[in-house]
């Protein structure tokens, strides 16, 4: 670990920056067009520091079979650059590109600095500003920005830092218990890590799992693979998603680019909140409706009960999306299958179940989580000491109690994660705007003494699933008032847009 990125009495008052923003995926950039386009100061500079050598941020990093937006693209996508294709969803290719040519025609990416890792963060209260400690490429021109080669340390200063870091370990995956994995001689892989180029013709595919990345991923490998397998303790509620949608077309042919994708955008967001009532208020409906929708689907040898039937009402998990009922496609082709069990032991050529079935794959894909990390694993310090960030509230969804000048980057549960990374940057913009207004430097939330003691701490995320309780455990907290995660995203970005943005927030 290096030394605290703190240099008290060093080029004081000198900042490199007035912000800096950590990572260069969907929400980094973002959060760098939010500031560039609306801030007033004519020389307002910031950069985004980027551990990898690309932008995208998981939409880089992730390569495997089919992977593609869970969500309809035309609310993943930029308010601010429409999206190009016509299809409902996107690939990661087609997401990784329209990343990269958004930061390229707003000028966002000469702002990057790749392969600049950041590994510890210093508020310094006796300068107003964070001293950022970050492993950059050496001159040599061996290292990157992870550490390797002649990779060296490097201190700069900001007045403000958001984190556009997103809760996956980029580094480590998950590591995931299943009795006897280690003794399996075929290959074992986890969809986070894709061997580039790997070849699965022709191989008996087991693919342990059942959400989005199972979801996506079974479809995608019966091109090539003999049968793909989807083995889940417990069914996820999946429903099809038309690519190419009638009114959707009709809308991308009458209008021009961007009239039709703020159209579209809108219809999406308004869907979305009346779908999240309606299974809210009436589940038993909703449940009926994803039966009938599965069921047209399956062949008549795939029953719906067990294999897609919930123990848990809808949206109390977040719902897969299939591509056209691609999953189902396959399953009526007899490409795929799926197994509900659980695991009783993996022995060298095969997984043995609980109910005594026998598998037998050439390969065993790991599709059963990822492993988290906040703020990208760098420690956060404030005059030295550390910060636990699962102790602190988060004020409006996008500032750590007690924290100074530090923005927090979390997207909704049940939308797509850009809608509230998006209120984020709005309402970190309008907080610095706000400071510079008043001649002031320094923003920092503060909790009464008497919410204090009467705050009920609730979860950032309320939808029951395994892998977001662990996020859950690491992440900051929620509560009530200005302290409430986000739930509703119409009222969440007039909140970030016109809101009030006093209310316990100290300003100095």
């Given at each position: 670990m290096p030394a605290p990125a703190s240099s008290p009495g060093q080029r004081t008052g000198?900042?490199?920056f007035d912000l800096i923003i950590v990572g260069a995926g969907i929400a980094g950039i973002n959060a760098a067009y939010r500031f560039q386009t609306g801030t007033s100061r004519q020389k307002s500079s910031y950069a985004i520091f980027e551990a990898r050598d690309a932008v995208g941020g998981t939409w880089d990093l992730f390569r495997y079979p089919g992977i593609r937006s869970d969500s309809d693209i035309f609310t993943f996508a930029f308010e601010w650059n429409a999206?190009?294709?016509?299809?409902?969803m996107a690939s990661g290719a087609e997401i990784r590109a329209y990343i990269n040519e958004s930061a390229q025609k707003t000028g966002i990416y000469d702002n990057i600095r790749f392969r600049h890792k950041i590994v510890a963060a210093n508020w310094e209260s006796e300068h107003s500003r964070w001293a950022i400690t970050a492993t950059v490429p050496g001159t040599g021109g061996g290292g990157g920005g992870g550490g390797g080669g002649d990779a060296q340390l490097k201190?700069?200063?900001?007045?403000?830092?958001y984190l556009a870091t997103g809760y996956y370990d980029y580094e480590t995956p998950l590591s995931t218990t299943i009795p006897g994995i280690?003794?399996?001689?075929?290959?074992?892989?986890h969809p986070q890590f894709w061997p580039k180029d790997l070849d699965y013709t022709d191989k008996d595919v087991v693919i342990i799992g059942s959400g989005a990345t199972a979801v996506t991923m079974v479809p995608s490998m019966t091109d090539k693979a003999k049968h793909v397998t989807m083995l889940q303790r417990s069914p996820t509620y999946i429903f099809p998603l038309p690519q190419h949608g009638t009114l959707a077309q009709i809308v991308l042919f009458l209008f021009p680019r961007p009239v039709s994708h703020l159209i579209l955008r809108t219809g999406w967001i308004l869907q979305l909140v009346l779908?999240?009532?309606l299974c809210r208020y009436f589940p038993g409906i909703v449940r009926r409706v994803i039966r009938h929708e599965n069921v047209k689907r399956l062949p008549a040898e795939v029953p719906w009960d067990p294999h897609f039937n919930p123990r848990y009402n809808p949206w109390e998990q977040r719902?897969?999306?299939?591509?056209?009922?691609?999953i189902f496609a396959a399953l009526s082709a007899g490409k795929a299958s799926v197994v509900t069990d659980t695991i009783s032991a993996v022995t060298e050529e095969s997984i043995r179940l609980s109910s005594g079935t026998v598998l037998h794959p050439d390969m065993i894909v790991t599709a059963t989580g990822l492993r988290l990390s906040f703020a990208g694993g760098m420690d956060v310090t404030v005059d030295g000491q550390h910060v636990d960030q699962s102790k602190q509230f988060l004020w409006k969804g996008t500032m750590l109690q007690d924290i100074p000048n530090l923005f927090f980057t979390i997207g909704f549960e049940n939308a797509s994660?850009?809608?509230?990374?998006?209120?984020?940057?709005r309402l970190t913009v309008r907080v610095i705007e706000q400071l510079r207004d008043k001649g002031l430097e320094v923003a920092v939330p503060r909790m009464s003494a008497s919410d204090q003691k009467t705050m009920v701490p609730r979860p950032l995320f309320s939808l029951k699933a395994t892998y977001l309780d662990k996020v859950n455990e690491q992440l900051p907290k929620g509560g009530s008032g200005v302290w409430a995660p986000r739930?509703?995203?119409?009222?969440?970005?007039?909140?970030?847009t016109y809101g009030d943005i006093e209310t316990n927030l100290e300003m100095s």
């Open positions: 000198h900042t490199d999206w190009p294709k016509k299809g409902t201190v700069y200063y900001s007045q403000f830092m280690e003794n399996f001689q075929g290959k074992v892989l779908m999240i009532q719902l897969c999306a299939s591509q056209d009922g691609d994660w850009t809608l509230g990374c998006d209120c984020a940057a739930t509703n995203y119409p009222v969440d970005l007039w909140k970030s």
